[in-house]
């Protein structure tokens, strides 16, 4: 029963998350990577507080963590912590104060059609990797029954 109350309280915690990181989401500097300005960021700094894309998370992901620290917006839980930091900082207010200095001959990373390819190729590594665990396992299983059934056989004769 505790078990699984707490699970309940867990999953309702986690939708509850789920529905502050949309709205925040929603908000128009948040529509947007932060970074390189491509629509529809699905994937978050949180230490930073920024919502970016899938490609620059790959980049931000190999600065380290003590730089920076990447989760996705919908396929990752997040801890109150987290979702409080996105909440206080945001893409504005983050490159308000992450920019403020940056140099005249700047030039911000410019996205392209690759972020589409990169998303659907992920999805995609992601759906045969689980297809490949599962006809793995299905294969074993069947060994098994084989094996088990022949071991029958020759005991039974
Ligand atoms: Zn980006």
Redesign the pocket.
Known sequence: MATRSCREKAQKLNEQHQLILSKLLREEDNKY?A????KG?RWASWNIGVF??I??AGIHRNLGVHISRVKSVNLDQWTAEQIQCMQDMGNTKARLLYEANLPENFRR?Q?DHEDRILETTAAITLLLNKGLFALCQALTMAFYVLFFFFLFLKITR
């Open positions: 990577c970074d390189c300005e491509a960021p970016i894309c490609r620059c990373p996205t």
